[in-house]
């Protein structure tokens, strides 16, 4: 029974040892590859792909970044196109202008930056070819768009020129009107004035001596020289309907038609009716009466 228990605790011995002397061997074995060339190469390699996996994630993020904003951007302006499009058609010039200057100096800002994210990345040995067909992409839409705002800003510049030639059209037709306005004001004027002048009457009430010393009454006759108009009281035919005279009698001396007028006689006073102007005046533009 002693000797059984001695042949057990001999096995556990020897077991023991065979495991410390193959712990022993392992890491002198791991100490001699972690000490070699081969495996320190390996090493540094795996720290350099550990490197560039991290500078290609930073690269890639960097990359795709900028590619959302610039297709942000092209949204942003896509949404603005119709409306830009609409105020086009009233009269927003300087709003429109405004705002096509600032899209182009956004895509100016989007081509650079997509302009040097394409250059780093043909330097770059890593395989981005989805990343190159996006910024490829991006860049006929930028062109597309550079196209857009070269066609709006030539239509504003057409229609521009269009504006000019009208203004210098309605200027052309106000000068021509003002002339003609003018024109129409003096015939009007000479029109009005020839009006006037046929209208116009002259009528004077004195007695008999009086009318010869003036050279209005020549023995019988009347108005037979040339007579100043300053002798008479000058008036619109239009406007006159009677002449009063302070007399107690007159006669009237030149022809007029007797059933054109009336003459009534007051206290110290007689007035001249006149009921029908264009036939009392159509005779002679001068009355000359006689009074006593």
């Given amino acids: 029974m002693r000797k ?9 011995m020897k077991k023991s ?16 590859v972690e000490n070699s060339k081969k495996y320190q190469a390996l090493l540094a390699e795996k720290q350099s792909v550990e490197v560039q996996k991290t500078d290609m994630e930073n690269q890639y993020n960097t990359a795709i970044g900028i590619i959302n904003d610039v297709e942000n951007n092209l949204q942003a302006i896509r949404d603005a196109e119709g409306i830009l499009l609409v105020q086009q058609e009233g009269t927003q010039r300087e709003q429109i202008v405004s705002e096509l200057i600032q899209i182009k100096e956004t895509m100016a800002a989007n081509r650079a930056r997509l302009d040097s994210l394409s250059t ?4 770059s040995n890593k395989n981005v070819a989805n990343l190159r067909y996006q910024i490829k992409k991006l860049q006929a839409q930028i062109a597309e768009k550079d196209q857009m705002i070269a066609d709006l800003q030539a239509q504003i ?8 030639g009208l203004n210098a059209n309605v200027a052309n037709l106000n000068n021509n009107l003002n002339n003609a306005n003018a024109e129409i004001e003096r015939i ?3 029109k009005t004035a020839q009006t006037n002048e046929m209208n116009v009457v002259y009528y004077i009430g004195a007695t008999k001596k009086e009318l010869k010393a ?3 009454l020549n023995r019988r006759d009347v108005l037979k020289s040339n007579v100043s108009t300053s002798l008479f009281t000058q008036a619109d035919k239009r406007e006159l309907n009677e002449v009063v005279f302070n007399a107690k009698k007159v006669v009237v001396l030149t022809s007029h038609p007797v059933d054109s007028y009336n003459l009534v006689k007051g206290e110290g006073i007689v007035t001249l009716q006149i009921t029908n102007p264009e036939m009392f005046w159509s005779v002679s533009r001068y009355l000359v009466v006689r009074t006593r």
């Fill in 120 to 123: 780093v990345l043909e330097k």
């Fill in 17 to 32: 040892l065979t495991i410390v002397a193959i712990a022993l061997v392992a890491f002198v074995f791991s100490s001699c």
């Fill in 214 to 216: 003036n050279g209005i």
């Fill in 157 to 164: 510049a057409q229609k521009d020129n269009e504006i000019a």
């Fill in 188 to 190: 009007s004027n000479e």
């Fill in 4 to 12: 059984h228990r001695l042949t057990l605790n001999y096995k556990k």
